[in-house]
Every structure is written in structure tokens, then in C-alpha cells.
């Protein structure tokens, strides 16, 4: 397996964009988690899905951010309209039972600059 | 807070060293991970002590873990420039199906 996908690696856009990130999971994991990472803040975990479910989006920063998984194999974090702040690198990962008893899978992540 | 808060923030240390970082949690977990990161890259998976196990070696690794204290340590023996990276450790809370991290320990290997 390739392991975690995720695309684009980079993406420079301006203020008021909109930006879609998107993650393909490891082939048989039934988690997928999108976390942000900023050198102030550390990483973020912002939602998870179980079995293509939204389970917890607390971590979601506003409504200008949402996140699908139309299937098991596909996943898209979108920021409608895009602000600075948002600057961060996007990460997505997959595991199977969710750390339980495993580990997770990370994709090199999303590099986002909102100008 | 789920998450664990590594120590130091910043460790540097000549090859050859050996390089220690700790983790604090304040929940009770089923297992505790660590996990490093290049940079540029994402995290890579280094290895997990569950919460009944005190002490665990993979390689040149070693993690114990004392849930009395709710601490961590992971101790890197022989250390080599390749590494230089970020570690992180993640505890894994009592039913829960997710993992937060910390902002980890940046640990750099001069040759």
C-alpha cells in the first residue's frame, strides 16, 4: 500500500479562497483524522471519522471549515473563504481501531500559505 | 486535557549521546505512543507501551511508563545525526477512539 495520500502537498491562495485538501486513507482502516499543525499551537486534531462517519468535529476552528468522507476511500477538508490564520500545514491520517491497540498512519500533509 | 506535554521542549545533544524526553498526561490511558517527525514530513509511528507494561525496547528506543505518576520517558541510546527530528507522544485515553498530541520535543544530533 502507498499509505496515507494526501494532496496537494502545497497550496498558496489568497485571502477569501476557497480551499479543499484532500486525504485517501490506507485500504482498510476504518479511521480517518484530519489534524493542523502550527508552530504556535501544535497539532490540532480537528475531526474524525469511523467507518466514513463523522464522529467528532469539536476541534473544527468555525463553520468556515468542513470535512466529508463520501467513501472509504476518499476524504476532503474544505475552508470557505479562507483567511490568513488558516496558514498551517494540514495533516491527514488513517488507523485501524484508532489507536486502541494500533497506531496511526500519516500523510506528508497539506502545506497551506493564505496570503 | 487528553493530550500530553512532552519535556524539553528542545534537546540538544553531541552523536553518540544518548537523548532522554519526557511526557506528562493527566487521564487514564489504555496505551501510551510515541511518535517522530522529520521535517517537512509527517509523524511516523516509533512505538506504543500499553498501560499494564512498565518498561518496552524496540532497537536503539527504550519507553517506560509509570501510570502511577502519569509520566513517560523515552530514552534514545547511541544517538546519530539522522535523529534529528520531533518527537511526540500520544496517550491513548480510556475509551476514547482518537489521539491528541502535544507540541513535542525537538531534538537535534550534531555529528
Known amino acids: 500500500d502507498a499509505g496515507v495520500i494526501q494532496s496537494p502537498r502545497h497550496e498558496v491562495t489568497e485571502m477569501g479562497q476557497e480551499v479543499t485538501l484532500r486525504c485517501k486513507p490506507i485500504?482498510?482502516?476504518?479511521?480517518l483524522f484530519w489534524y493542523r499543525q502550527t508552530m504556535m499551537r501544535g497539532l490540532e486534531l480537528l475531526i474524525y471519522?469511523?467507518?466514513?462517519?463523522?464522529?467528532?468535529d469539536s476541534g473544527m476552528p468555525e463553520d468556515r471549515f468542513s470535512a466529508k468522507m463520501p467513501n472509504a476511500s476518499f476524504s476532503t477538508l474544505k475552508i470557505q473563504p479562507s483567511e490568513p490564520r488558516d496558514s498551517a500545514v494540514y495533516f491527514c491520517?488513517?488507523?485501524?481501531?484508532?489507536?486502541?491497540?494500533?497506531?496511526?498512519?500519516f500523510g506528508e500533509g497539506s502545506r497551506l500559505t493564505v496570503l | 486535557s487528553q493530550q500530553g506535554e512532552e519535556d524539553p521542549q528542545a534537546l540538544s545533544i553531541q552523536e553518540g549521546e544518548n537523548a532522554t524526553m519526557n511526557c506528562s498526561y493527566k487521564?487514564?490511558?489504555?496505551?501510551l505512543q510515541w511518535y517522530r517527525q522529520n521535517s517537512g514530513r509527517g509523524l511516523v509511528h516509533l512505538i506504543l507501551?500499553?498501560?499494564?507494561?512498565r518498561e518496552k525496547h524496540s532497537g536503539r528506543l527504550r519507553v517506560t511508563l509509570d501510570t502511577s505518576k502519569k509520566s513517560s520517558s523515552l530514552l534514545i541510546t547511541a544517538s546519530r545525526a539522522a535523529d534529528t527530528a520531533s518527537y511526540f507522544c500520544?496517550?491513548?485515553?480510556?475509551?476514547?477512539?482518537?489521539?491528541?498530541f502535544g507540541t513535542g520535543t525537538r531534538l537535534t544530533v550534531i555529528p
Open positions: 500520544a496517550p491513548h485515553q480510556t475509551g476514547a477512539n482518537n489521539l491528541f
Open positions: 471519522f469511523n467507518n466514513n462517519v463523522p464522529i467528532d
Open positions: 487521564t487514564s490511558i489504555n496505551n
Open positions: 491520517a488513517s488507523s485501524w481501531q484508532a489507536g486502541v491497540n494500533g497506531e496511526l498512519f
Open positions: 485500504s482498510g482502516h476504518d479511521y
Open positions: 507501551i500499553r498501560s499494564n507494561e
